[in-house]
């Protein structure tokens, strides 16, 4: 068989980093998958690239930055999956045009996540961070300045998605009054009030928290100037991505008092496992509460996530199925069980398909059954096809020059 992964479960090799659950790599070998690295933490990229090597699906978390160059380097790569919701530590772009669809679990977490904010809510309306400082100090904070109870308080959300919203409906559960920010039309739940813009939600809020994705237009997009709109003795949450906030700025805001507090569970830069030293100018400040992003860090979530990925990878692997790829075109296929299955992923450009199905006829073989979906640049065409000479179909869609890589089922 010509085609470089065209292979035997025997012969496909899982790399899942930073302790993804365990549920995982049972799902993985309950599928006859056998071959299985497992590590703890994240890999720094020379260990990384030399990690990658034979490696056919790799499974990560937040900490894995698969770049351009790491891609470059993992010369069997055929699959990413990401056990989380975010994916933007992973190059899109560069893995799809090398024929590498990513997949993520984009709610298995969110429950979690809004969670944990709602307990920051109520710590930050409390002064809880710094009343917990001083008792470990000694001191004795017993005080009801600048606390309050969270009841017909407003929250402000920026990025009313799957956590945003959640968390909206929780909140007015606490009798908060909740407004939002998105960049698209959302469906106000509960009672939650859309507001005209970003600057309106920091204006009226007592207590801002950030529920967006890490995109050009979010990087950087709560600093000095925001965090001055906000209200004097407000508080802001960020368990979203690391580099939505000017951390200095934030730092600021905080010690000047016209914050009140912060809850942070993400980072611009995070460590990369438990040996590393975590570094922000945010350290040892008692009005702040600083979490080693674990938002989505529950048993619960971690075993569901854990499913939902294998199961993803497992299903690309036996299957070819792409559904729930965030960077690939979607086919939904059903089982093969008496045809024989090629995928064939190309650069989308004219008469690809007629070459694909050219090689077909050449060989005398009947196409049963033809999936295809494509995006501006990448097309995936997928074939169940009557017994034939499979080699010879591998090679000659091998030859196509828009072709990025051809897989045969076993
Ligand atoms: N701290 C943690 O452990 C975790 C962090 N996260 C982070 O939370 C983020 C949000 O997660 P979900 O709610 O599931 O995502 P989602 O995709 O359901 O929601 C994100 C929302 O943000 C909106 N948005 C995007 N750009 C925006 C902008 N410039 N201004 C305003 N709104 C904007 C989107 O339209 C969308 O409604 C993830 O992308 C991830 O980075 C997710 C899970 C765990
Ligand atoms: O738990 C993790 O490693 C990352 C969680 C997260 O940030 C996400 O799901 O996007």
Redesign the pocket.
Same mark, same amino acid.
């Given at each position: 068989m010509a085609a470089k992964h065209s292979l035997p479960k025997d012969k496909i090799n899982f790399l899942l980093l930073e302790g993804v659950h365990d549920r995982a790599v049972e799902s993985v070998r309950r599928s006859g998958y056998e071959s299985l690295r497992v590590e703890s933490t994240a890999l720094e990229p020379g260990a990384l690239k030399e990690a990658l090597a034979g490696v056919h699906f790799l499974g990560i978390r937040s900490r894995s930055h698969i770049t351009e160059e790491i891609l470059d380097a993992a010369d069997k790569l055929t699959a990413i999956g990401c056990f989380?919701?975010?994916t933007?530590q992973v190059d899109l772009d560069a893995a799809r045009k090398r024929g590498i669809p990513v997949f993520n679990a %984009?709610y298995a977490?969110?429950r979690s996540?809004a969670e944990l904010v709602l307990a920051e809510i109520i710590m930050l309306m409390r002064g809880i961070p710094e009343k917990n400082m001083a008792a470990h100090r000694g001191e004795w904070l017993k005080t009801a300045a600048g606390s309050h109870e969270v009841r017909g308080k407003t929250l402000g959300i920026?990025?009313?998605?799957?956590?945003?919203s959640q968390l909206g409906i929780l909140a007015e559960g606490m009798g908060m009054n909740v407004i939002f920010?998105?960049?698209?039309d959302?469906l106000p739940l509960g009672n939650a009030r859309p507001a005209s813009s970003l600057t309106e939600v920091l204006q009226q809020a007592d207590i801002v928290s950030l529920?967006? %994705?890490?995109?050009d237009?979010?990087r950087g997009?709560i600093g000095k100037r925001e965090l001055a709109a906000m209200q004097t003795g407000s508080r802001l949450i960020n368990?979203?991505?690391g580099k939505v906030v000017d951390i200095p700025a934030l730092a600021e805001a905080l010690k000047s008092h016209h914050l009140a507090g912060a809850a942070i569970?993400?980072f611009p830069s995070e460590p990369s496992g438990p040996d590393e030293t975590f570094v922000s100018e945010l350290r040892g400040m008692d009005n702040v509460l600083l979490t080693p992003?674990?938002?989505?860090?529950t048993r619960e979530a971690q075993e569901n996530i854990a499913l939902d990925v294998a199961g993803k990878l497992v299903r690309y692997s036996d299957n070819g199925s792409t559904m729930g790829a965030v960077n690939f075109p979607e086919v939904a296929l059903p089982d093969h069980a008496t045809a024989r299955r090629i995928l064939h992923i190309h650069r989308n450009e004219p008469g690809v398909l007629q070459a694909v199905n050219s090689v077909f006829s050449e060989a005398g073989v009947n196409i049963v059954a033809q999936y295809l979906q494509t995006m501006p640049d990448v097309g995936y065409v997928v074939m169940d096809a009557e017994t034939g000479d499979a080699t010879r179909i591998i090679r000659g869609l091998e030859a196509i020059p828009a072709t990025i890589r051809t897989r045969y089922l076993y």
């Open positions: 989380c919701i975010g933007d %984009p977490n969110t996540v920026v990025g009313f998605g799957h956590i945003g920010h998105d960049i698209v959302k529920h967006v %994705p890490d995109t237009q979010t997009m368990a979203s991505r569970d993400v992003h674990i938002g989505g860090s």
